[in-house]
Every structure is written in C-alpha cells, then in structure tokens.
C-alpha cells in the first residue's frame, strides 16, 4: 500500500506525533527528555521551523511546527534518524526506536493552531502527571517556557496559545490568565474533555471547510503527487545554502579561490561546514562539494571531530556572532 502522501508547502503548519516503537517509555529519565529536546531545537534551528508548542511525554511527543520554507519531510528525517542514532549508541542498542513513520496533520493558522497549542500543553494533565494548576512545572514542555521567557530559543514561539486563548499578552498577568484558561479547558473546554480532544490528533488536517478544500484545490492531493517535495524545492534550499555560504566567506574574509589552495581540512573550511550543518539541512555531499572537503563522510568525521572539542574553533564562533542565516 503506498504511504501517505505528505503535503508540504512553505508557511504550513502542522500537528505531529509520533510514539516510541510498541509504545515502548523511551523518554522516561531525565536524560532522555533531555536529549530529545536538544535534538529538536536543533533541528528548528537547521529547518528554519517556529516551534509553537512541543510536550515529551514518557512514550510520546507532540509538536505544533510552522514551516516556512516547506520542508517537513526533510527535517522530521533528520531528528527522528540523529535522536534514534544517539539514543541507540548511547545505550549500545540497535533497532527501531519510534513505532514507525510520524502523524503530521495540517492545522489552519489562527484558532485551530491555538487549539492545538492548548491540547499539547494539556497532555501531562490528561495523562494525570501533574494537576492543572501546577503545569507550568511541567519541564519539557512549551508550557514551561511561558514562564521562562529568558531561555526560549528564537524559534519557540509560545506566545502562540497566548493570543489565541483571548489575545493573551506575553506578560506575567497574560501568563496568569492563560492558566485559568488551561484550568477551564481542562474542566469544561473543548481540549480537555475525554471524547472532544481527540479531534485534535485525528484526520489529516485541522481547520475550518474552507481550509480543507482550498488545501485539496490548491495542492491537487493525488498518491502520486508532492506538493512541495520536488526538484524545484531542492534547488531553492540549496541557493538558501549558497546565500549562508556566501555570508560565511565575507564574515571570515576568505575567497572562493581559496577552496582550491591549502588542506582541505584547513579549520575555516570545517568552521563553515559546521555552521552550515547548525543552520541548515546542508547534506555531506554538497559541502564536500562546495568546499573541495575531499569525501562527504570525511566532512561529517570533522565536524563530529568539531562537535565534540572541548572549546569551539575560533572561526565558529565568529560566524556564529556575525553571520545569521
């Protein structure tokens, strides 16, 4: 049977789920919780992705993703491969570790995205892990950087379920009354009732008909078709690449003529690929290609040889102070 089709086009939004393989705790310690979330911020931060809402619950996850460059597919494969590889190294196993391919269901912007925030933020209380009125201390959960507005990572966008849960500011006062609007769905509102909140994982998309049908016009939902994941999408990532590229060199003060001169370990080479590698889906291949770095799995031994040196090459850290993608 053929899989699914998986729409995709820039500025969509998404409810996504996914579990451990036979629902199996793989988040249950503190260090799992932990890893996944670096991995999924890492991957907003290489996807370009607004993070919404996100929970990790002990054999599941949901997030409510905004992709503005329409690259879902491309950047749930490399958190779901990077988290499982690291998670499977770490406790010397082998195997699948999710329950198989990830629910993604469309979600129109404004209210049905609050919704879903709302739902997201509602799980560890449904779930009963903690009762409604303590959920900001539930720790990894969107819910819980409400209320550290400090530490949200650029592309953590909260505020979201805030305004629409009433037009809510991104104030203590807003924060506050957004609990007392949690505590109501979870008594009486729509997301927090048994057999209402299931919608909310359900389907193939959330919003309104009109949503629904313009999503089914405009993007001619056939088995055989990608709406976004073709030749033409790759080519408009790989010129973003060429864009961060382009920046990496003026910020470092390198030419391109210098590519063919020197090692092709020379460390401004492996400070750009790493950069790269934080800030975009850059694949191996293109960037031993770009920066005449010899082999695509020789640029992935140097930056996982970058990764894990204890202080960061000074070349790094320039593009990362200077240069933004």
Partial sequence: MARKLRLEFPGACYHVINRGNYRADIFKTEGARAAFEACLFEACAKSGWVLH??????NH??????TPDGNLVTGMQWLQATFANRFNRFRGERGHLFQGRYKALLVEAGEPLGQVCHYIHLNPVRAGIVPVE????FRYSSCWYLGQPKSRPTFLHPETALTEAG?????????????????WQAAEGPVGKNKAYVSQSQGWALGTDGFKAALIKDHALAAEARAWENQGAREIREQAWEALLRRAFATLGRKESELSVGPKSAPWKVAMAAFLKE?????NPWLARRLGMQRPAYVSRLISATRRAPQPMPDLLALRDKCKA
């Fill in 53 to 58: 809402a996100f929970v990790i619950m002990r």
């Fill in 167 to 183: 037009g809510l500011a991104d104030t203590p006062a807003g924060r506050r009354s957004y609990a007392d609007y949690l505590a």
């Fill in 134 to 137: 303590r959920l900001g201390e």
């Fill in 279 to 283: 800030r975009t889906q850059a694949s």
């Fill in 61 to 66: 996850y949901h997030l409510a993703l905004e």
